[in-house]
């Protein structure tokens, strides 16, 4: 089987996901995507007619961003018509699995040159055309019957009382990543892969990040109201089923202690990011240098109900594949979904802290769903290399209680 290598990558800021506040809400998602394939292709010089294939995660495929965004943003980019584009969709996991899918169509030897990534304008959510069901089932009684899936914010605070992780070691690690992204940003780390985002009449929209508070205290934090309790108790149809009641479903005994708020969880953003993959033979022959090639990758799956668990087995499931342990792993990402996904795999695993999304995470930087995969692969080599280390892992949760997985390997 050939090897997958990663060539480069790159990614837009992110901005704040609210019209009227955020400086890409104005944008076209389609553009946004445009903005990094046409950024991949210029640093790379590459001939898009090679380009067997554009793979994007985008999770709200409603509205402005329906109708296979991949392709779309290739054209607008101005790729050649033969370099064909394919959109997905695994919740918050996509970008993770739009760059897996990338690489398994390398190592099988049935392309050479494709791009995984993604795109998610989260500041379009509610638009006419792009309303969300209140469920993830969306109606369909007897899934819900089987597998009750509440809010992702009604899961993560059931996880946190199930498991007995407090507010205050989840507000801890919100600081540590404000602090951890402030410290990133200052010293350049993301410089190296941001690309700026101009509006289609050439004027600058975005060229930084828009979304961390660098400014945040454990004060501060500490006075933040938990967002999820009021939304636990809304009537959501004409029955009035909640989601707690999803909850007790399967945990009928669980009081539900409300601890996450908006400062540690993950922040609304617009964002896109693109990760370009060759086999080994098209880029020695093409003159490309890899800068990491993919070790393992995996998918797991987990409880349904609480929804956001499947990072720890995804974990276990990749090292496995790639014959690892924990401590071959030089650094971790983990997406902060929400502050107990991130503190939950710390305590599992019996992680070094120092070890763990060491630029900061979603609670920071924010959580472009579809596109964050790519940019958390991207973050991670960019970050390999600045330490001159080699392994990096990186997992995230998804909606339906899944979780995709990726081993990278600098070269």
Known sequence: MSEAWIIDHCRTPRGIGKKGKGSLADQHPQHLGATVLKAIAERNKL????????????????????????????????YDIRSSGMTLDRFCGSGI???????????????????????????????????????????????????PQPHQGVCADAIATLEGIDRVALDALALVSQNNAKNAIENGHFDKSLVPVYSTDGTLALDKEEFPRPQ???????????????????????????????????????????????????????????????????????????????????????????????????????LKKAGMSLSDIDLFEINEAFAVVAEKFIRDLDLPRDRVNVNGGAMALGHPIGATGSLLIGTMLDELERRDQQFGLVTMCAAGGMAPAIIIERI
């Open 97 to 147: 699995t739009s760059v897996n899918l990338a690489a398994m169509s390398i190592m099988s030897g049935t392309e050479d040159l494709v791009i995984g990534g993604g795109a998610e304008m989260m500041s379009i959510y509610g638009e006419e055309g792009a309303a969300m069901s209140p469920f993830m089932d969306n109606g369909n009684l007897a899934l819900r019957d089987m597998h």
């Open 216 to 318: 945040t205290t454990a004060e501060g934090l500490a006075g933040l109201q938990p967002s999820f309790a009021a939304i636990a108790d809304y009537p959501l149809d004409d029955s009035g089923v909640t989601y707690r009641a999803m909850v007790h479903q399967k945990y009928p005994d669980l009081e539900i202690t409300h601890v996450h708020h908006a400062g540690n969880s993950s922040g609304v953003v617009d964002g896109a990011g693109a990760v370009l993959l060759a086999s080994p033979d098209y880029a020695k022959a093409h003159g490309m240098k890899p800068r990491a090639r993919i070790k393992a990758m995996c998918n797991m799956g987990d409880c349904p109900t609480l929804m956001l668990n499947a990072p720890v087995p995804a974990a276990h499931k990749v």
């Open 47 to 78: 001939d898009t007619a090679a380009v067997d294939d554009v793979i994007f995660g985008t999770s709200s495929q409603r509205g402005r961003q329906s109708g296979d965004l991949a392709r779309m943003s290739a054209l607008e980019a101005g």
